[in-house]
DNA sequence: CTGAAAGCGCTTACAG
DNA sequence: CTGAAAGCGCTTACAG
């Protein structure tokens, strides 16, 4: 392996003058800089990261962290990183337990931590006090947190009114929880479910209230609750369900059309939370969008700022969401 | 900080004693043992990695590369990483170039790198010449690669066989194309195409056949062969029509629909990749499904032996696929 | 503008 | 079983 000494030994300087050379962060003579990247290239010399980073205050690196690994975030997230320089290591939060997020910083490895639409808020606030932090997606209501979200309270009320306003009159929300708690994303949302059907007079009935434990991948709790709302009274049936989880309203959605349930004339389903597949479905599912890929470079700008030392214009950013309206819910 | 001084001294041993005692690689006496793990956990010292990767010959790292992240994939590399020690660290190869796989290896930062599903042979030739390199999903034919694939030729035989038994008889196969070049895995998935169809008598004229330049999120080119399709005499459109690429299959299968084609009936659509949305649009799609999660897994496995210079029991493991047949392509 | 010294936190290799 | 020395590859801080 070539080192910075044989690159100064072919150039004939000390190790001094190649590393300020080839960091360019000090002055150095036109010829001795000539000769010293001459003799860099001829032995194709790479600076070793590890040297680098065992002096540096911080070095460049960050643990993504969430419950599996969302695409579009990702790749905002790694281009910001790409552009900054910084390396992405990735953490599956199923696969792990809460001393790993900290231990990755504290032995060196990384010098801060993006959440990903992470819920798990006592594990945030144990992370976000000692070491830089920026939680994208779902946030906590630490002080002085680092955030990029959007308003969860706005965009329920936009769809539950929405839903209002075509005159359906029993409308349902599912939302999720976390070890049977309801994460505060949840809760937000919930105090726009209440405000969009107080301002069109209905009534938020317990019995259109239903919570389910958020896991990613089991569909079981959406088909139970599919298969309850299908076998009441039409009359009493909720005309409307607002899922907090995606994959439970195409759950839902699909289970629905098996039994000849007619989408969105006898029932409208929808979701909090936008995802490609949504396009995609028969009836295509209505949902609030988020800009994912952006929120996710902006996080990461965020978190190189805080690792870096240097000031935040602001540490909570709030993106504008989008009410995507498609055949789930039909036409206002 | 705590370093690994702070402890020795705290303990009144040497730095040496302590490095011994918490890598447990060298005899140490009961009684220093338990004064030296007293004192590191009252001072709650962790290793630092970067001190330690510097001298040792390998560091536990590893890149995965590929166009886009494949979440099942990630998933199983993931699980293995972290049942190994090992960190992975991300990289999207549309926003690198070339050089940077290999600039991740020189500087230290990675000790191999994990393809994902990669497609540009050059550059997997050009990295697997000098470091260790593990191909995942797709793979080259490089002299003593890595790999973990499935058999393609038979899985493209499997599916075009099921569709000429259905009594298809003008079978498409729509093939992706990297820079105008067909990748390998196309060749080898045209052999199967052409075994299948000559098994069956039929003829897999020039004019079945097609290519579109594979581009992760780009639907224009199914598009447009889908309308092309559409305008074709009914007798003399394909009636069943194979992509490699998922996504396509599914646009076109919209596309289709939305013309009211009936699927299966007067055209099949399958594709040569199973995603998870094949089985939540409407019609369900027909695919060759792969064991990703595991692929990956193994995978990760295989990479970690070639950084550790540990043999290979084989460097070519190929699993089992399984042809998904759903609703696009309808019963035998 | 350039260099010799010391140190980051750890481990390898040598000595006892 | 334990330790003092030297070194991994780089940079910071001090001198010239």
Same mark, same amino acid.
């Given at each position: 392996?070539?080192?910075?000494?044989?690159?100064?030994?072919?150039?004939?300087?000390?190790?001094?003058?190649?590393?300020?050379?080839?960091?360019?962060?000090?002055?150095?003579?036109?010829?001795?800089?000539?000769? =010293?990247? %001459? +003799? !860099?290239?001829? @032995?194709? /010399? &790479?600076?070793?990261? #590890?040297?680098?980073? *065992?002096?540096?205050?911080?070095?460049?690196?960050?643990?993504?962290?969430?419950?599996?690994?969302?695409?579009?975030?990702?790749?905002? =997230?790694? %281009? +910001? !990183?790409?552009? @900054?320089? /910084? &390396?992405?290591?990735? #953490?599956?939060?199923? *696969?792990?337990?809460?001393?790993?997020?900290?231990?990755?910083?504290?032995?060196?490895?990384?010098?801060?931590?993006?959440?990903?639409?992470?819920?798990?808020?006592?594990?945030?606030?144990?992370?976000?006090?000692?070491?830089?932090?920026?939680?994208?997606?779902?946030?906590?209501?630490?002080?002085?947190?680092?955030?990029?979200?959007?308003?969860?309270?706005?965009?329920?009320?936009?769809?539950?009114?929405?839903?209002?306003?075509?005159?359906?009159?029993?409308?349902?929300?599912?939302?999720?929880?976390?070890?049977?708690?309801?994460?505060?994303?949840?809760?937000?949302?919930?105090?726009?479910?209440?405000?969009?059907?107080?301002?069109?007079?209905?009534?938020?009935?317990?019995?259109?209230?239903?919570?389910?434990?958020?896991?990613?991948?089991?569909?079981?709790?959406?088909?139970?609750?599919?298969?309850?709302?299908?076998?009441?009274?039409?009359?009493?049936?909720?005309?409307?369900?607002?899922?907090?989880?995606?994959?439970?309203?195409?759950?839902?959605?699909?289970?629905?059309?098996?039994?000849?349930?007619?989408?969105?004339?006898?029932?409208?389903?929808?979701?909090?939370?936008?995802?490609?597949?949504?396009?995609?479905?028969?009836?295509?599912?209505?949902?609030?969008?988020?800009?994912?890929?952006?929120?996710?470079?902006?996080?990461?700008?965020?978190?190189?700022?805080?690792?870096?030392?240097?000031?935040?214009?602001?540490?909570?950013?709030?993106?504008?969401?989008?009410?995507?309206?498609?055949?789930?819910?039909?036409?206002?």
């Amino acid at each position: 392996m070539v080192s910075l000494k044989d690159v100064a030994k072919r150039a004939g300087v000390s190790a001094m003058t190649v590393s300020r050379t080839l960091n360019g962060n000090y002055p150095v003579s036109a010829a001795t800089r000539a000769r =010293v990247l %001459a +003799a !860099a290239s001829a @032995l194709d /010399y &790479e600076p070793n990261v #590890m040297g680098r980073n *065992l002096r540096a205050p911080f070095n460049r690196t960050v643990l993504v962290a969430g419950l599996g690994f969302v695409e579009s975030i990702l790749t905002g =997230v790694y %281009a +910001a !990183a790409n552009e @900054l320089g /910084y &390396e992405v290591i990735l #953490m599956h939060t199923r *696969l792990c337990n809460r001393g790993d997020y900290v231990r990755r910083i504290r032995n060196g490895m990384t010098s801060g931590i993006l959440f990903m639409n992470m819920m798990d808020e006592e594990a945030m606030a144990e992370v976000g006090a000692r070491h830089p932090m920026v939680q994208c997606g779902s946030a906590s209501d630490l002080e002085g947190a680092c955030t990029v979200t959007v308003d969860e309270e706005a965009a329920a009320h936009d769809l539950f009114s929405r839903l209002a306003m075509q005159g359906r009159r029993r409308i349902a929300y599912v939302s999720a929880t976390i070890g049977g708690q309801p994460p505060l994303m949840s809760l937000r949302r919930e105090d726009g479910y209440l405000r969009a059907l107080a301002e069109h007079g209905l009534e938020a009935a317990p019995a259109l209230r239903f919570r389910t434990e958020f896991l990613r991948e089991d569909l079981t709790p959406a088909l139970a609750l599919s298969n309850r709302f299908l076998r009441l009274d039409p009359a009493q049936r909720p005309d409307a369900i607002v899922f907090d989880q995606n994959v439970q309203a195409v759950a839902c959605v699909n289970r629905f059309r098996e039994t000849g349930l007619a989408l969105p004339q006898e029932i409208a389903v929808a979701s909090m939370d936008d995802q490609p597949i949504n396009d995609v479905i028969q009836p295509t599912l209505t949902a609030v969008g988020r800009p994912y890929e952006e929120m996710g470079r902006e996080a990461m700008r965020m978190l190189a700022q805080r690792i870096e030392g240097r000031p935040l214009a602001c540490g909570r950013l709030v993106f504008p969401h989008e009410l995507m309206a498609r055949g789930s819910t039909g036409p206002l």
